[in-house]
């Protein structure tokens, strides 16, 4: 049951058609991880899971107060980095309703957050640009090296000169990282927050003109080990409430 208080908060979901590569092959699927659920939940307000219908189309959207574009689904970990696609050939159907969401969301001036994925998709909705990160590099998914996804693996550096940190205080932080591609270019509007102290790699932008973040790590697998990232939901929440 809704309370006067309580905002409904949008959550994208994962699109496959049950191809031999996906999830649960024969089995179409839209699903997502609880993580941001239970996040929302936590904080008091209601998480609504946006589907995508067959024909591409999404449901009405009104009652939405803000937009949460959350990570990517399945995917192999035995390709190369270099073997990999663009965000378009590894889920054309999320592709495209996820474009279009994002532009309702900056039409619309609703807050948005994006995890990994999900920061990469309004970066490159906005003119930026994705590459691969180099086999031979510094390792950004976890997976590989068997680390549960609450376990923060390197350290990133935050501009104190960023919204972000104005809401955290956090000038350096410690993230997990699922990500075998990095944004090297940033879009229209978007300006680096943090970056990684490893090796550059952005980290987190924001918007110069609402309230839109990206993050290329999970920090809605973070918040019950760091309080930190409370702080920032809430203060994400309370300016959708307001909405």
């Known amino acids: 049951m809704k309370n006067s208080e309580s905002s409904f908060i949008g959550i994208t979901m ?13 089995h179409p699927l839209l699903y997502v991880e609880r ?3 239970n996040l929302i939940k936590e904080i008091g307000h209601i998480p609504y899971l946006i589907p995508v219908y067959e024909d591409g189309s999404l449901p009405p ?11 990517g689904g399945f995917l192999s970990l035995s390709k190369p980095n270099s073997q990999l696609s663009s965000l378009y050939t590894t889920g054309k159907e999320r592709y495209e309703a996820e474009k279009r969401l994002i532009n ?7 807050p948005m957050i994006g995890f990994c994925r ?10 930026g640009g ?8 510094i390792e950004h998914h976890q997976e ?6 609450d376990q923060t693996v390197h350290e990133i550096k935050v501009n104190k000169n960023s919204k972000f940190y104005s809401i955290t205080g956090q000038d350096h932080l410690f993230v997990n990282s699922f990500h075998r591609q990095h944004m090297y270019t940033l879009g229209k509007g978007l300006r680096t927050v943090a970056t990684s102290l490893e090796d550059g790699v952005v980290e987190i932008f924001e918007s110069d003109d609402q309230f839109v973040f990206g993050f290329q790590f999970h920090p809605e697998k973070l918040w ?12 994400f929440l309370s300016v959708s409430s307001k909405r």
């Open 104 to 110: 309702y969301g900056l039409d619309k001036k609703l």
């Open 130 to 137: 994705l590459a691969n990160i180099p086999d031979k590099g």
């Open 144 to 149: 590989r090296l068997n680390i549960p996804a």
């Open 118 to 127: 999900g920061a990469q998709m309004i970066n490159e909705v906005l003119g």
């Open 224 to 235: 019950k080990r760091d309080p930190s990232w409370l702080s920032f939901f809430r203060d």
């Open 35 to 37: 993580d941001t659920i």
């Open 14 to 26: 994962h699109v496959d058609s049950g191809q031999g590569f996906d999830l649960y092959p024969g």
């Open 61 to 71: 959207l009104d009652h939405l107060s803000s937009i949460i574009l959350t990570g």
